[in-house]
Each structure stands twice: as C-alpha cells, then as structure tokens.
Antibody, heavy 115, light 107 residues
Framework: EVKLLESGGGLVQPGGSMRLSCAAS????????MYWIRQPAGKAPEWLGF??????????EYNPSVKGRFTISRDNTQNMLYLQMNTLRAEDTATYYC??????WGQGVMVTVSS | DIQMTQSPSFLSASVGDRVTINCKAS??????LNWYQQKLGEAPKLLIY???NLQTGIPSRFSGSGSGTDYTLTISSLQPEDVATYFC?????????FGSGTKLEIK
C-alpha cells in the first residue's frame, strides 16, 4: 500500500525557516518523481516543484513563486522527501502536500506563518 | 504561466444527473490535463489523468474529454458520495497550474 506521511509543520514567524518531511512507503521510491504542492485554506492548490527520479538524475524544478526560497531534496536510503523553506511570509500559510508523481498525495501538513 | 479557467465555480445537481465541469487553458496544453476530487478535510484524489484516462479504482461514471485548450470532466450519474470540490491541473508547461475549483453539491 502506497503511503506518504508529511511532518514538520506548525507555526513559524515571518522571516523564519522550516523543513517539512515526507516519509514514503509501499513503492520503489527511487523510481518516482516526487512533488510538493500547497493549498491555502479554501483556495486552489499551487504546484511548488518536484525532484526527478533516479533515471533522471534527481534534478529539481521549482515554481518561480518560490524559487530561491524553497529547496526540495530527497534521501533515497531512507525513502524521505524534504522541503526546506526559508524567508517565510504570511502568504506561505497553507497545507503542504507531498505527492508521488501527480497521482497520489499525502494527507498534508499545515504551516502557519504569523507573528 | 498557463492560466486555467474552471467553470462553474459552484454546481448543484440531483442524484442521477449528468454533470459536466469545464477547464479552459490560456494556451494549448496537449491533453496534459488531470482532474482531482477533494472531499472536505481530505487530500485531493486523482480521478482522470492526461485528459481521458481513468485512474485505477475510480468509478466508471467519471470520464474526461477534450483537446487543445478545452477540457471537460463528466459524471454520468451523480451519486451522493460525489459531493466534493473538483480541480483541474495542467502539467504541460511549468509552472504547472490548477483551476480554481468547482464545488459540487447535491440538490
């Protein structure tokens, strides 16, 4: 059974940093592109970026809206996906989802940026 | 960026009705269009990928069609469990972009 479990969310002050984690199980992690997507409450989701699979060299792509502030990485020995978020702003407040390809999403973790 | 215009924003229909939801892209997206269902408090779930391919485990009353800039999700016979918000996603060109959503309720 495919499982994705996000963690690491919570309250952070504007200008702060936070790292989200996503624990993957039930599939061959290195075979898949892995994505981060966020969704502010009551709004549409927003694609943040992805990290490619082993066959494509684990390279990354980002939405320009977060490029330079957010970094996606993976630990293929632990089947973990990460999202490092820096210089956080109030508008980064959202539920953050990891996803396998674009087909299976985790349950999400909430991030609130507020003083 | 490709803009996805989704309509209607809200839809109320009766059980058994045929329901259609539309997404229009600001440029040709070559059928790289997915549809997701999001029930209250849950993560989005993939229904249809690449315009017309039914994801495994999704009931056959869901179908997708379209080409170029215009795409449609159809529910052939609305069921009570279909109450949800539906989103389209284009993954033809980065940044990938979502439609604004259609909230579907039972009349």
């Amino acid at each position: 059974e495919v499982k994705l479990l996000e963690s690491g969310g919570g309250l952070v002050q504007p200008g702060g940093s936070m790292r989200l984690s996503c624990a993957a199980s039930g599939f061959t992690f290195t075979d898949f592109y892995m994505y981060w997507i966020r969704q502010p409450a009551g709004k549409a989701p927003e694609w943040l970026g992805f990290i490619r699979n082993k066959a494509n060299g684990y390279t990354t792509e980002y939405n320009p809206s977060v490029k330079g502030r957010f970094t996606i990485s993976r630990d293929n020995t632990q089947n973990m996906l990460y999202l490092q978020m820096n210089t956080l702003r109030a508008e980064d407040t959202a539920t953050y989802y990891c996803a396998r390809s674009l087909s299976f999403w985790g349950q999400g973790v909430m991030v609130t940026v507020s003083s | 960026d490709i803009q996805m215009t989704q309509s209607p924003s809200f839809l109320s229909a009766s059980v058994g009705d045929r329901v259609t939801i539309n997404c229009k892209a600001s440029q040709n997206i070559n059928k790289y269009l997915n549809w997701y269902q999001q029930k209250l408090g849950e993560a989005p779930k993939l229904l249809i990928y690449n315009t017309n391919n039914l994801q495994t485990g999704i009931p056959s009353r869901f179908s997708g069609s379209g080409s170029g800039t215009d795409y449609t999700l159809t529910i052939s016979s609305l069921q009570p469990e279909d109450v949800a918000t539906y989103f389209c996603l284009q993954h033809s060109s980065r940044p990938f972009t979502f439609g604004s959503g259609t909230k579907l309720e039972i009349k």
